[in-house]
């Protein structure tokens, strides 16, 4: 079986690998960095864990880093 | 650190802020070095060069239905321990999941065009999988369908525990069916099927695709909390301009 034959197949196959591999990591790096920016907003317009006002929307996860 | 005090969003921060980089740098040694030994690993004496597909086909596989088991202990944790960051990793881990169960569906198809002169067969392995793949879109789709974290992780897991009836099937079909896709040759009772000098090869590349799976998890762990503060403080913003 002459490996010519199926080279584009094993190409395909690389590539669909990269897609995948390189997509995801491009994602993550990319959300993580409109997440730090909407923070760094908030923050800079005041809005802040310290400055809580009295009233909590929801509990979430927050309360445990008291 | 405890592992139990991981369960504290701020500092699962900080040690996935310390653990990513060396986690990254990790995977790509692992992939340098799995890719150099795939590409020198003989070719099979019956399926030529294309076993070369293995070496993506299987990790694939293997992270496809390792993502729905993180899911499905995450939906415990959600569902018993009400834990907000058991929510957190059943949130992150789908799509990273259901991106392995595509590369393996994708990288079937495209072995199994040269091998058995078809992209598809609707055989119970293959069909399995797929179903592994439509369940991971239903709770993506589900996560974004609700707009409260905490009702969306509820549903979600009731949804991920019920699928989790996929993956003994996804394992056994093989077994309990007759199909075209060949039995387990590597996750089998005794000793694998394959020889050492492809084995070994395929063994580096599921390590550094495992790695991968672990480094993009934290990752988007860490995202998934960064954005629930954000969604936090609007809140706090809004009830404090009413």
Redesign the interface.
């Given at each position: 079986m002459e490996a010519t034959n199926h080279i584009a197949f094993i190409v395909a196959a690389y590539a669909a690998a990269i897609a995948v591999v390189g997509g995801l990591t491009a994602w993550v790096m990319l959300d993580y960095r409109a997440q730090r920016r909407k923070l760094a907003d908030l923050e800079m317009r005041g809005v802040t864990r310290r400055s809580a006002p009295m009233r909590r929307p929801e509990p979430t996860m927050e309360k445990e880093e008291a | 650190m405890a592992i139990a005090d991981l369960?504290?969003?701020?500092r699962f921060l900080r040690f996935a802020n310390r653990t990513i980089p060396w986690l990254g740098g990790l995977t790509v040694v692992a992939f340098a070095f799995g890719i150099n030994q795939a590409m020198v690993a003989p070719?099979d004496y019956?399926?030529?060069?294309?076993v070369?597909?293995m070496f993506?086909?299987v990790p694939?596989a293997w992270l496809g239905t390792l993502g729905w088991g993180v899911m499905t202990i995450a939906a415990l944790g959600t569902l018993v321990w009400r834990h907000?960051?058991a929510d957190?990793t059943a949130k992150a881990a789908a799509?990273?999941g259901a991106?392995?169960t595509?590369?393996c569906l994708?990288?079937g198809s495209?072995?199994g065009?040269?091998m058995w002169g078809t992209y598809w067969v609707w055989d119970a392995r293959l069909t399995s999988v797929l179903i592994l793949f439509l369940l991971y879109l239903g709770v993506i789709a589900l996560w974004r369908t609700v707009e409260?974290p905490?009702r969306a992780a509820r549903a979600a897991a009731i949804l991920t525990l019920v699928g989790a009836i996929d993956l003994p099937i996804i394992k056994f079909s093989v077994d309990w069916w007759n199909t075209l896709h060949q039995p387990a040759s590597v996750f089998r009772f005794g000793a694998p099927t394959i020889d050492p000098s492809i084995l070994i090869p395929l063994f580096i590349m599921t390590v550094a695709f495992t790695l991968?799976f672990a480094t993009?998890l934290l990752?988007?762990m860490?995202?998934e909390?960064?954005?629930?503060?954000?969604r936090?403080?609007?809140?706090?913003?809004?009830?404090?301009a009413s």
């Open positions: - | 369960a504290n969003p701020s070719d019956q399926q030529g060069a294309t070369k597909i993506l086909h694939g907000p960051l957190v799509p990273i991106a392995f595509l590369l994708v990288t495209l072995w065009r040269p409260d905490s991968a993009l990752a988007a860490r995202n909390i960064l954005r629930r503060r954000v936090t403080l609007r809140l706090m913003q809004a009830s404090a």
